[in-house]
């Protein structure tokens, strides 16, 4: 049976779990904390995965980040960096989807459901079906919902820019006012192409307010009143018709959101990219201007890590995801 290797708090872990859910498919789950891959299991994952070795390490774990590995790992053999990540299993990036003929590392849905040929089945059967089930592609960037479920909510129409990136990377797009900002978070985060692996926080100047936001915790009471989960959007939204998102504290990535209009029939409970421009640079990249010193770099390490890491943006896929993010649901 195909066995994935999951960490119960793991925000990437949960939306992994709930695709495999959703899809039907029968797996056995196992707690990579609980049970960390034994140096055995490591040398024949990393052979079947074909990726380099580094790419099964947490870059984005507090553990990693504690015990200098970015500056470490390039003097380490393959050996000593089996060894280390069999000591323990945060050092070890999640989900891993193992299976006689693969191994995947990481969520990407696109790699996870040509692997699993979801669909493929349903679609040799029954060709005309499969085809009229195709998610259409709608001229205007306009969210679409089924008959049954029709509405009409407020909205806010924003758009949110990445600090001082050269070339420029900016989203505009939908939310509905009836979210928190842990939902408004989510969702900034989905729509820039972020990982979601950090903590974030919304620095709102005409309060003076600092909202936090953590996509691995259900605890309310964390951070007091500054908890994201408890401070909804309307609380102050639109008076703060300006305001900064922080993603990641350490590589401190700044997005400028401004509320550029609202709309009071919006027909969708989800958020919706309506355009955007640039790619998201990729997750512990170290920073804008680190990222892009990375850019101009001639060094062949850096070079092969940007191509690896770095993704295309794809609106239609990005809209998909929002769809999850729906006011009232519980993150």
């Known amino acids: 049976m195909t066995t994935c290797l999951c960490y119960p708090k793991c925000a990437t872990c949960k939306k992994a779990q709930k695709w495999l859910d959703n899809n039907n498919i029968e797996i056995s789950l196992r707690d990579i904390a609980k049970e960390n891959p034994t140096e055995e299991e490591l040398r024949q994952w990393h052979k079947a995965s074909g990726l380099p070795l580094k790419k ?19 003097g380490m053999s393959e050996d000593e960096q089996y060894k280390l990540l069999a000591t ?30 979801i669909g493929q089945e349903e679609a040799k059967s029954k060709p005309e079906e499969a085809e009229s089930q195709k998610p259409k592609q709608a001229k205007a960037p306009e969210p679409e919902q089924p008959p049954q ?19 420029p990377v900016w989203r505009r797009f939908f939310v509905p006012e009836d979210m928190t900002f842990q939902d408004l978070a989510d969702t900034l985060i989905t ?39 408890k401070v909804k959007l309307t609380d102050l939204l639109p008076a703060e018709k300006k305001f900064i998102f922080v993603y990641d504290m350490g590589d401190n ?29 990729p997750d512990d990249s170290g920073g804008v201007w680190s990222y892009m010193d990375m850019l101009l770099s001639h060094d062949e390490n850096t070079k092969e890590w940007l191509e690896k890491n770095s993704t295309v943006y794809n609106m239609e896929e990005t809209n998909a995801a929002l769809r999850e993010i729906k006011a009232g649901n519980k993150k």
């Open 253 to 281: 990535w700044e997005h400028e959101v401004v509320i550029e209009d609202v709309r009071e029939n919006y027909p969708a409970l989800y958020p919706a990219v309506l355009a955007y421009e640039g790619n998201c640079p």
């Open 149 to 167: 479920e029709k509405v009409s909510v407020r909205a806010f129409q924003m758009k949110v820019t990445l600090r001082a990136m050269k070339p």
């Open 56 to 74: 099964f390490f947490n870059t984005s774990g507090k553990k990693y980040k504690e015990q200098h590995l970015k500056d470490k790992l390039p």
């Open 88 to 117: 323990d299993g945060l050092l070890v990036k999640r989900p891993i989807l193992v299976d006689d003929g693969f191994v995947l590392v990481g969520f990407k849905e696109a790699e996870w459901e040509k692997r699993l040929c």
């Open 191 to 229: 729509v820039m192409g972020w990982n979601g692996a950090h903590l974030s926080a919304f620095e709102m100047p005409k309060s003076g307010r600092n909202i936090m936001a953590n996509p691995w915790s259900d605890n309310e009471d964390q951070f007091g009143d500054r908890n994201g989960k």
